[in-house]
T-cell receptor, first 116, second 116 residues
């Protein structure tokens, strides 16, 4: 079946512009995650959605970052007034959620964002 | 603070030789343990996980990992390396308990280079 898809695959923008990154999770997965991976760094958790529950936004680095998930499926990560330090690969993952932490997260190919 | 350590930034091994990528963790309780692989310009792919039971876990592409509770380690191994195994490997740990699905704690990754 189809995996997690993300678009665009690459995005180049100018400092100060807003960008939207899209994630389409695996069908039937109720949990969705956004991560940021900077060059030479591990994965930085950004935000987590689980069904209709309030999202866990504890990883968002500033109020310029926001995300929504419509209809429990597709998610959009928005970065307003982009800065050069926002340049990174943004990864989306989804999983089943059995209410425990044992579920495997399946990742999309990522969006490579470059802020000039 | 809870953490995951991958003590080697890079591992070099000759094709056909056994390989080990190390992971140790400092997480309370008995966490779930994961290994992911990231090929160049691609998202993370799940390799294997330890939930419970046999300490030796077998996963994709001939990889296996051994859970050692006393040493709090979960080293990734393969008996005979292939050039195509060259990639970035991430260890991740998830504390047990409901509601903790978002709390994957990631290592910084180990770059594996398999030389022909």
């Amino acid at each position: 079946g189809a995996g997690v898809s993300q678009s665009p695959s690459n995005k180049v923008t100018e400092k100060g512009k807003d960008v939207e990154l899209r994630c389409d999770p695996i069908s039937g997965h109720t949990a969705l995650y956004w991560y940021r991976q900077s060059l030479g760094q591990g994965l930085e958790f950004l935000i987590y959605f689980q069904g209709n529950s309030a999202p866990d936004k504890s990883g968002l680095p500033s109020d310029r970052f926001s995300a929504e998930r419509t209809g429990g499926s597709v998610s959009t990560l928005t970065i307003q007034r982009t800065q050069q330090e926002d340049s990174a690969v943004y990864l989306c993952a989804s999983s089943f959620s059995s209410g425990t932490s044992r579920e495997t997260q399946y990742f999309g190919p990522g969006t490579r964002l470059l802020v000039l | 603070a809870q953490s995951v350590a991958q003590p080697e930034d890079q591992v070099n091994v000759a094709e056909g030789n056994p390989l080990t990528v190390k992971c140790t963790y400092s997480v309370s309780g008995n966490p779930y343990l994961f290994w992911y692989v990231q090929y160049p310009n691609r998202g993370l792919q799940f390799l294997l996980k330890y939930i419970t039971g046999d300490n030796l876990v077998k996963g994709s592409y001939g990889f296996e990992a051994e859970f050692n509770k006393s040493q709090t380690s979960f080293h990734l191994k393969k008996p005979s390396a292939l050039v195509s195994d060259s990639a970035l490997y991430f260890c991740a740990v998830s504390p047990r308990g409901a509601g903790n699905n978002r709390k994957l704690i990631w290592g910084l990754g180990t770059s594996l280079a398999v030389n022909p």
